[in-house]
């Protein structure tokens, strides 16, 4: 079957680095996805990787390795507007999009 | 960028009743929606892919004759929850991909909470 799975709840203190991971197991891959959501709202897009490697947009960085199954979102210099819960998406051979459960993140002060 | 409206945004409905929800792209084409459940602390659940000017794709375990789709045009897609109970109360979202661009980013709309009394 398919499957993801990232941690449920990880907490970090506001100015550091949190790493929030992502395993997969999935029919085939087209690409995989970070969305952030904020309690009550919709996700909202972070990042997307088809290609192994780094990529980075500001204080967010998203990792990929297909030959693992492996990615990690890098989050740095927090604020606590980045709790929240963060969310990764796998689009399989069909390019349906296969779901983690989402890790939430708590931000302490 | 590109931005999809959900309506309403809250619904309280009596048991028997049924509820309509519309997703609309506002500044783009959207050939493919796609409607998600989710409940409290838990992640999205696809719940079916409306494709305009055909009938939406189910997944399994999900009612078609209860939860009725609807994509008339390549703007707006409709979500009708028939004969609503309790167990329909839920967070129920919408997303959109721009029609001709495979990014594979999808645009959520704000989400509709419902709760069946």
């Known amino acids: 079957g398919q499957n993801i799975d990232q941690p449920t709840e990880m907490t970090a203190t506001e100015g550091a680095i949190v790493q929030i991971n992502c395993t997969y197991q999935?029919?085939?891959?087209?690409?995989l996805f970070w969305y952030q959501q904020h309690a009550g709202e919709a996700p909202t897009f972070l990042s997307y990787n088809v290609l192994d490697g780094l990529e980075e947009k500001g204080r967010f960085s998203s990792f990929l390795s297909r030959s693992k199954g492996y990615s990690y979102l890098l989050l740095k210099e927090l604020q606590m507007k980045d709790s929240a819960s963060y969310l990764c998406a796998v689009r399989d051979s069909n390019y349906q999009l296969i779901w983690g459960a989402g890790t939430k993140l708590i931000i302490k002060p | 960028g590109a931005v999809v409206s959900q309506h309403p945004s809250w619904v309280i409905c009596k048991s028997g009743t049924s509820v309509k929800i519309e997703c609309r792209s506002l500044?783009?084409?959207?050939?493919?929606m796609f409607w998600y459940r989710q409940f409290p602390k838990q992640s999205l659940m696809l719940m079916a892919t409306s494709n305009e000017g055909s009938k939406a794709t189910y997944e399994q375990g999900v009612e078609k004759d209860k939860f009725l789709i609807n994509h008339a045009s390549l703007t707006l897609s409709t979500l009708t929850v028939t004969s609503a109970h309790p167990e329909d109360s839920s967070f129920y979202i919408c997303?959109?991909?721009?029609?001709?661009?495979?990014?594979?980013?999808?645009?959520f709309g704000e989400g509709s909470r419902l709760t069946v009394l």
């Open positions: 999935t029919s085939g891959f087209n690409g």
């Open positions: 500044d783009f084409q959207a050939t493919t």
């Open positions: 997303s959109a991909r721009e029609t001709g661009y495979d990014t594979g980013e999808l645009f």
